[in-house]
């Protein structure tokens, strides 16, 4: 978090527990100032009754006005002591609502800053390597690899910038729902094998294994299910060493369909494993932080996967990496 968004959440948290304090110190006051009024009243009604005990004929009418002052004494306290437990809780309830609400608040703000910042750098890079690879082959007479090569690469770039408007588009169209799902009949071995070409010829110096059954039929959205391989695929090479292979799985069981990705990378804390899922949450300090990427990858997967009645986890890859688990339930 960057310093000013330090300073800000320090002095907005000091504000709100020095008004829950004066809050407080105001509620026992309050309390204190009561009791102390209700016993003054029962010591004055006891005199007043003591100072008439010549013209009361009866100790027995004397007894009964006495129990009866003592009575609402007791009375008194007992409303003051469970209003001011009810108030009590309530203002305890509030500040807890209020302080989580406000450090929620602050935390979105952050990573959407964070994710700004993402964006802005993840959108100019493919743009600018695009444009001075285009400007290389416009002014100098390149022989035939090197021209390919040059195009090999410029195609990359666009496919990465599509693959990151895509994300940012879809997951603003699904978030306000905007976006009308088509459920349809799909074979779910042909799409991964069409997004593991697709990995592999773009990126060909990586090593990709692949176990798919065939016939692993699903109803759902094209465009969402391989835009949902495609994030799980991306984040696999993300974050494996180039020499490492990513690792593609589909098995066909009695009550549903399994996918798997995995990876052999430096894994996920365990703390950090419900956290991934969350939008624009990315792992590691944003200083720190030398992969690229934005924090909707794998928001988008558990979205999608959800629309498809399905259930995504991941779980570590023994002896080290992550595996990404998607199960179709049928």
């Known amino acids: 978090m960057p310093d000013a968004s330090r300073k800000r959440l320090s002095r907005t948290t000091f504000i709100y527990w020095m008004l829950l304090l004066y809050i407080m110190a105001a509620l026992v006051w309050w309390f204190i100032s009561l009791l102390h009024q209700n016993t003054t009243m029962m010591k004055f009604e006891v005199s007043s009754l003591q100072a008439k005990v010549d013209s009361i004929s009866s100790p027995l009418l004397y ?29 305890l309830v509030g500040a807890a609502f209020v302080y989580r609400s406000v450090r929620r608040q602050f935390r979105m703000q952050q990573q959407q800053q964070n994710f700004m910042m993402a964006v802005t750098h993840e959108l100019k890079t493919p743009i600018s390597v695009t444009r001075l ?12 690899e090197k021209q390919k090569k040059l195009i090999r690469t410029t195609l990359d770039e666009t496919s990465r910038l599509n693959f990151l408007t ?10 306000g729902g905007g976006y009308q799902t088509s459920k349809e009949d799909l074979d779910l071995s042909g799409l991964l094998t069409d997004c593991l070409n697709d990995f592999k010829n ?12 065939q016939d692993a039929d699903v109803k759902g959205d094209s465009l969402l299910l391989q835009m949902m391989i495609n994030n799980l695929l991306e ?7 180039k020499e490492g292979p990513v690792s593609a ?5 009695r009550s549903g369909i399994e996918l798997q990705i995995s990876d052999e990378g430096p894994g996920i804390p365990e703390e950090e494993k419900k956290k991934i899922f969350s939008k624009f949450y990315r792992i590691g300090n944003e200083a720190t932080r030398k992969t690229q990427g934005t924090g ?10 959800r629309d498809h009645n399905a ?12 595996i990404f688990t998607v199960i179709f339930k049928v």
């Open 235 to 241: 984040n696999a090479m993300k974050y494996s060493p």
């Open 166 to 175: 895509n994300n940012i588009l879809i997951s603003s169209q699904l978030d």
């Open 311 to 322: 259930d995504i986890s991941v779980t570590d890859n023994v002896p080290h990496g992550s």
């Open 133 to 144: 690879n285009l400007e290389t082959l416009q002014k100098y007479s390149l022989d035939p």
């Open 296 to 305: 909707l990858g794998l928001y988008l997967c558990q979205k999608i996967a």
């Open 202 to 213: 773009r990126f060909p110096d990586r090593i990709f294994k692949e176990q798919i059954e």
């Open 63 to 91: 007894k009964q006005e006495l129990e009866k002052i003592t009575r609402e004494h007791k009375q008194n306290r007992s409303k003051y002591i469970g209003e001011g437990g009810i108030f009590l809780l309530l203002i």
């Open 249 to 253: 799985l589909l098995k066909r069981y």
